[in-house]
């Protein structure tokens, strides 16, 4: 069956429109804004972000936020630090969490990656805390998330229907 004139035309119409203010679109953020935390978080940790999610609408990212903001809070790391910089204006690297990863089967449950972006300043403030206490981000996220889901009341297990 042929397309009218019409439709063709018209829809002709809204393609240029929407190339037109596509091309006008200016970005507001910058990949820069909010750096991304890449690391793995044990299967068990992961499985109480989804009731976390559910209970605060926050998201992992906002999940992550919160739980690295309330930690770095109680290590008492000042909301506005800045690392110390390398002598040619860098910023130190921070501690790795050595690889725990063995080779398993299928069935074994293994680590899990997470992406979240989180803030400049929460990223400023997990470099100080990887230099002061001489572990990795991965470590500090992980204790970071256990505390957080147990001050938000997030159970270790999740309940089984009827029990």
């Given amino acids: 069956m042929a397309r009218s004139t019409t439709a063709t035309a018209a829809r002709k119409a809204l393609v ?9 679109r200016v970005r507001t953020k910058s990949r820069q ?17 989804t ?6 609408g926050l998201g992992v990212s906002g999940i992550v936020e919160a739980a690295l903001v ?5 290590l008492g790391i000042p909301a506005d630090a800045e690392p110390p910089r390398n002598p040619d204006g860098s910023r130190p690297k921070r501690e790795r969490t050595d690889k725990k990863r063995t080779r398993r089967t299928k069935e074994e449950i293994d680590e899990v990656s997470i992406g979240p972006r ?4 929460t990223d400023n403030r997990l470099t100080i805390a990887c ?12 204790t970071a ?6 001050k938000q009341g997030i ?9």
């Fill in 16 to 24: 240029k429109q929407a190339e037109q203010q596509a091309g006008s």
């Fill in 33 to 49: 804004d909010k750096p991304t935390l890449a690391v793995r978080i044990s299967y068990h940790t992961n499985e109480r972000l």
């Fill in 51 to 56: 009731p976390a999610n559910e209970k605060t």
């Fill in 70 to 74: 309330d930690y770095l809070d109680f």
């Fill in 118 to 121: 989180i803030t400049r300043q």
């Fill in 131 to 142: 230099l002061d206490t001489g572990t990795g981000p991965q470590d500090i996220l992980e």
């Fill in 145 to 150: 998330l256990k505390a957080w889901l147990r």
């Fill in 155 to 163: 159970p270790l297990y999740p309940q089984t229907p009827g029990a």
